[in-house]
C-alpha cells in the first residue's frame, strides 16, 4: 500500500508539472517578480566604507566581471554573458527570456570581451565556494523513486546533506556567509559568499571537498575494499554521525521512510553484513518471534544501535540503552568492529553525496537563486538550513501559482482604487509576498 501511495504521489507531481510552466508565465515573472535588485547587491559585493565616499560602501566592478550564461527554450546555450549593472541585467534577462540562468566567475575582464582578450589575459579571479548535491546521486539506495522523481520519502536525503554540510562550513570553517538553494526539481546547491571562500584556488578548493567527502563501498555495506574505515572517526566524522544518526532511524530505516529495516527482505540483507554471526543470528531470531511482528523500522534500528554500541558507550550516552545479547555477554565482543559497521551503514546511507566537480574549480557554472525550472514551473528559493526539516519541495511556490496570485492582487486592487494607482509588486498573498522577502540573500546567513 505504501508503494502505492508513492506511485500516486509521484504520477500526481509529473501531472501538475507539466500545467505549471509556460514561456507566458515565465515573461510575467521577469517582469514583476525575479529580484534583480537583490542579486545586484549580493553579486556586487560592496567594498568597506570609508571616510572618502562618507562611510558609505562602495560598489566594486566584481558585478561587471561576472560571468552569466543563459540557456533558452529548445536548449539554446549562451555563454560569457555580463553586464555592467543592474539595469543591463534587468534588460538582458527580459529581453532574451532564458529558460535557465547560471552565474559563473569572475574574471579578469567583462566575460562578454573574451572573444577580444587574450586567453593568458583572461582568467578567474574568484567565485563563491558552490556544492551542488543531486538526488540521483542516491539511487543506488533509494527504495521509492529513482532519477529525477523525487517524494517525501526521499527528500530527507537533501535535509541530511544540508544539516551535515553547513554545520562543516560553520565549524571547521568559521564560514558566515552561505546560502542553501532549491535546486527546483530534485537537489539543492549551497554558496559560500565569505570573501575568504571567494578567494580560493581550485586547489584549495578540492582540498575543501575532499575534506568534507566519505570514500564508501557499496551500498549493501558488505564490499570489503574500503577506502576509508570508521575506527577512532574523526571529530567532523563523528559530529556527522551524531547529527545523521537519529535521521537515519526516522528516515531511512523506518516504514515512514525509506524501510531500510521494515521488510524482511532489505533487513535480512542488512543483517548478513553484521561483522558478529552469533549476535546476527540472535537479532534475525528475536525479529521473527510472532510477538515481534510488529516490530517497526525504527524499533529494529534501536535493537541494532543497542547490541552493537558498547556497555561503556551505552553508560556515557543517555540515548542509547544498555541492551547486551546472550552472546554478549557470555564472551568477548569486538565492539570496535561493531561500531565501525555501524558507523558505516550510517553514512552508506546519510551522509552528503557532492558533485566534486562543481565545487572544485572557480570557472564551473552553477544555477542562479530564483531561477523557475522549466520542468517543475517551481522557483529555486533559498532553504534555511536551520529549518531544512520543514522544507517541502512540494509547496515551493511555482511560476503558475505566483501569477494567478498577481493576478489576483491585481483584480483586488483595481476594484478598489478603479485602477488609477501604479500597482504594487508587494503582493499582499503568501507565496508571492514570500519570494520577495527570500530575496534578501544576507536574510539567510548568519554568524
Known sequence: MATAAIKDEVASSKANSAQEFSTDLL?????????????????????????????????????????????MEDDIYIRYQSFRDQAEMTRAIQQRQPHKIDIGAVFT????????IKAEAFQPTERELVFDIDMTDYDDIRTCCTGAEICMRCWPYM??????????????????????????RRGVHCWVS?????????????????????????????????????????????????????MFEKYIADDKGQGLLARKDRYTKILNTLPDETIRKELYDRWERPENQSLTGADRWRHIRNVTTSPQAAAASSSTATMQ?????????????????????????????????????????????????PKTGRVCIPIDAREAEQFNPFSVPTVRSLCSEIDQHDRIHRAQRGGDDALSLAASSTSAASVASSASISSIDRS
Open 325 to 373: 545479547t546472550s552472546a554478549a555477554k557470555k564472551r568477548r565482543v569486538n565492539y570496535a568492529e561493531l561500531d565501525a559497521w555501524r558507523v558505516e551503514l550510517v553514512f552508506t546511507h546519510c551522509y552528503p553525496r557532492l558533485d566534486a566537480n562543481v565545487s572544485k574549480t572557480q570557472n564551473h557554472l552553477l544555477k542562479s537563486p530564483f531561477c523557475v525550472h
Open 159 to 184: 535535509t541530511m546533506a544540508i544539516k551535515a554540510v553547513d554545520v562543516a562550513l560553520r565549524d571547521d570553517f568559521d564560514f558566515k556567509h552561505i546560502l542553501w538553494v532549491y535546486s527546483g
Open 194 to 246: 565569505d570573501p575568504m571562500a571567494r578567494k580560493l584556488t581550485n586547489e584549495a578548493r578540492g582540498a575543501i571537498v575532499e575534506y568534507l567527502s566519505v570514500h564508501l563501498g557499496s551500498s549493501d555495506n558488505s564490499d570489503k575494499k574500503l577506502k576509508q574505515t570508521f575506527v577512532n572517526l574523526h571529530p567532523m566524522l563523528q559530529r556527522a554521525y551524531d547529527i545523521l544518526e537519529p
Open 109 to 116: 575582464a567583462a566575460p562578454k570581451d573574451h572573444a577580444i
Open 27 to 71: 515573461r510575467v515573472y521577469y517582469a514583476r517578480l525575479f529580484p534583480y535588485q537583490e542579486m545586484y547587491n549580493w553579486l556586487s559585493y560592496p567594498t568597506t566604507p570609508s571616510s572618502t565616499n562618507g562611510g558609505a560602501a562602495a560598489k566594486s566592478d566584481l558585478f561587471g566581471r561576472r560571468e552569466w550564461s543563459f540557456t
